[in-house]
């Protein structure tokens, strides 16, 4: 070992003690556009003294995310969980659902919160979205349909979906929480499948602070959930259907029309971030950055590793801890599986079995800190400790073990 390596290895926290980020590196800090405008828009509410119910400002926000998307419809929600929750229901799904495993856990939540059994489908090691021979082997009499996840904003295979839910006759629901901006054959997520739900939470490249929303083509459907959305209401006095509250804000609304002022520079930073760490990585054996196809649109919003243990030594979990220590708070999206938590564990406690690929996926995924809360020097910082971590394996592993 060189002596400025040792001098590299030594001042990593968990020799030296001292973190090299004095402040936490966090995934999920939130973008924030025009502060004035926003503060404009406070104003203008509080003068108008409207605050929620289907106010001016979420009118417009619908409004632009239809111009934005190029959709029919958009139904600006209070979140993306109840957003499934009322798409599902819009859909008359009941019964069993396919969905993959390896997604947030809201995914199935969704369902089973409406008494929908999710039914856990494998993914496809490359794209991380779900595999379509998987869903397949899923389908029994009791499916209505299938919620495919655009995971990191990578669309799911929309097409063979499409075919498949023709052919089965079933529902066709997209989880688009991580999908704002990306595009799939040129035309925006948000035109697909019967519906699809977009999250704005804070943590969202782009957020309404909460938020959701759900987007579709389908008219009827579209009037149906926003009767659902605002308990059924259909006029003053008069409930049709049994309805929820899933109304948005308007200071929520405010926040995701500033956002939606800046969202194509925050697509840029989160690119040329990519880019950077990209660039960083690319060298190092057992450390793979998730790609993004190149002739489609994308909003690069996260940057995710795949750690190979074999090749480096150490584990993904260790190599958390070890940027944890320096206050870089990467993060083990997905882990464990959906499958692995309760109550799908204990109602479905051999599907771990069929599941091979997520299983796999979840020991080695991990997720880095993106977005305008991040410079190109910690960036580089970062990789940099990622560096020396897998340089060192035997060295940080008898440490780690020391701990
Ligand atoms: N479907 C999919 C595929 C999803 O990924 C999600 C949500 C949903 C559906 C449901 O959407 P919503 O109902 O939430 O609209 C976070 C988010 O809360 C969640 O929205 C997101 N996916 C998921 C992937 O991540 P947690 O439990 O990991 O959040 P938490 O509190 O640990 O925060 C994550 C990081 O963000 C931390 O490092 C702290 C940082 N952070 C967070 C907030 C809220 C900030 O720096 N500032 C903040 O204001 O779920």
New binding site residues.
């Given amino acids: 070992m060189d002596i400025l390596d040792k001098k590299k290895l030594d001042e990593l926290a968990i020799f030296s003690g001292i973190p090299s980020f004095e402040e936490k590196l ?5 973008n924030v556009g025009d502060r004035k405008r926003f503060l404009q828009r406070v104003e203008d509410m509080f003068d108008r003294r409207w605050f929620t119910n289907n106010g001016p400002f979420v009118q417009e926000f619908e409004q632009k995310i239809c111009d934005y998307l190029g959709v029919k419809h958009c139904i600006v929600v209070c ?4 957003a ?1 929750e009322i798409a599902a229901r819009a859909l008359d799904l009941s019964g069993e659902v396919i969905v993959p495993s390896f ?2 856990v ?2 199935a939540h969704a369902l089973q919160w409406q008494k929908i059994t999710p039914v856990f489908c494998d993914v496809n090691p490359q794209t991380h979205c779900l595999d379509i021979e998987s869903v397949r082997r899923k389908i029994t009499p009791r499916t209505t349909g299938i919620v495919g ?1 655009h ?1 990191w904003g990578q669309p799911c295979e929309i097409e063979a979906l499409t075919n498949l839910v023709r052919e089965q006759k079933l529902k066709l629901l997209f ?1 688009a ?2 999908a704002m901006g990306s595009a799939h054959r040129g035309q925006m997520i948000g035109n697909f499948g019967d519906a699809e739900v977009f ?6 490249f782009f957020n309404s602070f ?3 929303a759900i987007t579709t083509n389908n008219s009827e459907l579209a009037s149906k959930i926003r009767l659902m959305k605002n308990f059924g209401f259909s006029g003053l006095d008069k409930v049709v259907f049994p309805g929820t509250n899933g109304k948005m804000t308007e200071v929520s609304a405010a926040m995701g029309l500033t956002s939606l002022e800046s969202i194509d520079s925050f697509i840029e930073i989160n690119q040329r971030n990519f880019q950077f760490y990209n660039n960083e990585l690319k060298n190092l054996n057992g450390i793979k950055v998730f790609q993004y196809e190149k002739n489609e649109k994308r909003n690069f919003q996260y940057i995710i590793l795949e750690v190979d243990e074999s090749q480096t030594g150490l584990t993904r979990d260790q190599l958390v801890q070890i940027l944890h220590s320096e206050n870089v ?1 990467a ?1 083990k ?1 997905f882990y464990p599986g959906v499958h692995e938590m309760e109550p799908y564990k204990t109602d479905f406690p051999q599907s771990g079995k069929e599941l091979p690929e997520t299983k796999s996926l979840c020991q080695r995924v991990m997720s880095l800190p993106n977005g305008s809360s991040v410079n190109i020097e910690s960036i580089k910082h970062i990789c940099e400790i990622i560096r020396i971590a897998v340089k060192h394996p035997v060295e940080i592993r008898e440490k780690l073990a020391s701990l």
């Fill in positions: 966090h995934v999920g800090r939130p979140n993306a969980t109840i499934l997604t947030f809201a995914t996840v995971v989880d929480a991580h999250s704005f939470h804070a943590t969202k909460e938020g959701g708070l993060r999206y």
